[in-house]
């Protein structure tokens, strides 16, 4: 069993003879604790977001990881296959059980689209609550959802149960839910950058451009053609273009700001040569020319933990968010025009994924929003 504790490194190790060796150190100042860890289950634990999710974990006071699946992995060592985390996790990944998840207080499904919800209702009516990554729950059309993922949804009642884990603009929802949808990453980014612009009422709504950036762990880690470095690198292309996944995803988030706008985005993502990060240039069409929308984006954000706005005409780089849980976003207008545009970049595996998560947890669960999610970027 894991013990994710912030200030303590501890492990086992075998020893030349075959023994096993414990090894490891508690930090003495550790605060004693008067109550007990949260137990919770990451299903999918050897894809980028669910590693993603027990790094983030390790740094997080109130939470013990219990038990982590990977079907193709089952029996071995988490630290084994990712010796980052030597130290930090002690667990050995074993197959999905729903009997053996319905012990944790919590469980993350970092899965492919279409897995959580075959799980979720066991689980939930056993009083376990669920954060899904994936896009099972993000959808309140069924039909929208089974066209846009390509099969059934087997859970339609619980669409309507789940609520949306994008916490600028769903913060009390989130607090009592039992299952949250965690937005997607190119979500994530986009709506968070329109956000005061719907909000405020200030641009066409129907004629909204978001031009997406992401690098190659978006894709997840299993093989995939495209995704190779011979394929991928040095080279930029856009994909999807005729319609993304991400497209009724956003348009609803949209809508939910301001239910009486007629919001039409257009979405292309891009497939660019790094490895983590997500930018996103948005354009819209001012019919308010008289807002400071500088002043609009930072009241509007100016109590967010997890959003930053930059001066006006900055370029946020991907780089400045890489491992951290922050959408950091500028504003640009050209002389003479009435485009404003928005410079949006998040860590698609943090702010888009597991930080995100592991954020919505926090107000779940009543922990500081914050906790476990401290750490600034890495540079260079
Ligand atoms: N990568 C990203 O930037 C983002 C991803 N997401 C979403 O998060 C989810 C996870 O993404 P990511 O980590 O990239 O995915 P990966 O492909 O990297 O990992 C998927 C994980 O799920 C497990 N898995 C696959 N099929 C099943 C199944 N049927 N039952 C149980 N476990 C299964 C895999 O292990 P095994 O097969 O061994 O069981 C693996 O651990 C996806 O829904 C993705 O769309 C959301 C935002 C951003
Ligand atoms: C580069 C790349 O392939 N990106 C992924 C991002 C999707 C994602 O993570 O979101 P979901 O949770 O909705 O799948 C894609 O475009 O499908």
Redo the contacts with the bound molecule.
Sequence with gaps: MVHTRGSSRRGTDRDRAGGMVQWGFTNANAPERGYALIRAGI????????VELLRLLAMHGDVEVALI?????AGMRVDELFPSLRGHCDLAFEA?DDARLAACDLVFF????A?AMHSARDLLAKGVRVID???DFRLQDQAVWEAWYGTEHVAPDLIHEAVYGLPEINRSGIRGAQLVA?P??YATAIQLGFLPLIEAGVVDPSHLVADGKSGA??????AKTPMLLGEAGESFKTYAASGHRHGPEIEQGLRLMNPDLPVQVTFVPHLIPMVRGIEATLYAQLTDTTTDLQALYESRFRDEPFVDVMPWGAHPETRSVRGENTCRMALHQQPGQSTIIVSSVID??VK??AGQAIQNMNLMFGFEEGAGLQAPALLP
């Excluded at 299903?43 to 669910?50: M, P």
């Excluded at 699946?69 to 992995?73: G, H, K, M, Q, V």
């Excluded at 970092?110 to 689209?113: E, G």
């Design positions: 299903v999918g634990g050897t894809g980028y977001t669910g699946t990977s079907r193709a992995e999905p970092a899965t492919p689209n897995v990554l994936s896009a965690n997607g990453c762990s978006g894709g997840g880690r299993q698609n595996l888009g994924a």
